[in-house]
């Protein structure tokens, strides 16, 4: 079966400013969850949900993400010559994963901005967008980005992935107002970017991936700085549904936002735990750390 949507977006432009000082020199999009940068995780989720060409927005000064997806000719000779064979075959497959190729976003106007920079590279087809800072974990085999192709096979709109939040993080999200028409689909009447708990239409936050039809390049271009003065994606979808329907998906999974401090802590004690060889000397550890700060429950 030929795929429907072979194009991705990631936008991985912005400072990184929740996780500084770490981030001034290093991409937010870099940070390890246990051994493997986040990044990675996001280009790999785009690749099993079908993504063959990938469009990373970085800015001036985030370089080591294209290092990252280069070949490393020096360090494969060595893990070869030095029988480290799952390393080696774990390095050579970075740089095979995809059509990775890089823009620039010189101004950082918002993340709206970021993917407009993406027209071209969109062409008529349609294109997924991951945020490159947050991990998405399935509940399920298919990877959250691929929950949204199947949305979007059977819909042939754009979609949004979508999780319940609790009141307190309301404000940290755009959230979608709609009827639900399926099991885990909602068809979108509005989206709010991060509006207070009383405004907010409902509990239901936008979750770090999308699929878009190309249409959404010509509402980009008709929105004007929103929130905090930049160009919003939430407003151009906004603007998207003045012309089509637009659906969420409820995605089965779960976000680990890693640009954000207890995100990336506790995001990679999970990860780690739920590596075998790691799981009792790793748990032992945590145990004693948890007696020492005398927390038994919280
Ligand atoms: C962005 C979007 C917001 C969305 C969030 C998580 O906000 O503007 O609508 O809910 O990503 O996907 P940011 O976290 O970049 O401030």
């Known amino acids: 079966m030929s795929r429907v949507v072979t194009k991705a977006v990631i936008p991985a432009a912005g400072f990184g400013t929740r996780m500084l000082p770490f981030t001034k020199a290093v991409p937010k999009e870099l940070i390890p969850l246990v051994d493997t940068p986040v990044l990675q995780y996001v280009v790999e989720e785009a690749v099993d949900a079908g993504a063959e060409d990938i469009l990373i927005i970085i800015s001036p000064g985030k370089e080591a993400i294209k290092e990252h997806f280069m070949p490393a000719e020096k360090l494969e000779e060595r893990l070869k010559s030095s029988g480290k064979d799952e390393l080696f075959a774990g390095i050579k497959k970075i740089n095979t994963l995809a059509n990775i190729s890089y823009v620039y976003q010189y101004e950082l106007n918002g993340l709206g901005d970021a993917v407009a920079l993406a027209a071209d590279f969109a062409g008529t087809?349609?294109?997924?967008?991951?945020?490159?800072?947050?991990?998405?974990?399935?509940?399920?085999?298919?990877?959250?980005?691929?929950?949204?192709?199947?949305?979007?096979?059977?819909?042939?709109?754009s979609v949004i992935a979508l999780t319940r939040v609790p009141q307190e993080k309301i404000s940290s999200y755009g959230i979608a107002a709609g009827n639900m028409i399926a099991e885990r689909v909602m068809q979108l009447s509005d989206l709010v970017e991060k509006p207070s708990p009383a405004d907010a239409p409902s509990?239901?936050?936008?979750?770090?991936r999308y699929l878009f039809t190309p249409e959404i390049f010509a509402a980009l271009r008709d929105t004007c700085p929103g929130l905090h003065g930049e160009i919003q994606l939430t407003d151009a979808v906004k603007k998207l549904?003045?012309?089509?329907?637009?659906?969420?998906?409820l995605i089965a999974g779960k976000r680990y936002d890693l640009g954000r401090v207890a995100g990336f802590v506790s995001a990679n004690v999970e990860f780690a735990l739920r590596r075998p060889e790691l799981q009792e000397s790793l748990g032992r550890q945590i145990m004693d750390i948890l007696k020492k700060f005398n927390i038994k429950d919280l």
Not at 132 to 146: C, P
């Open 125 to 157: 087809d349609p294109v997924m967008v991951l945020l490159g800072d947050t991990v998405m974990d399935s509940a399920v085999s298919r990877g959250v980005s691929a929950q949204l192709v199947s949305v979007y096979e059977e819909y042939r709109s």
């Open 203 to 208: 509990d239901f936050a936008v979750a770090a």
């Open 241 to 249: 549904l003045l012309t089509e329907k637009v659906f969420g998906c």
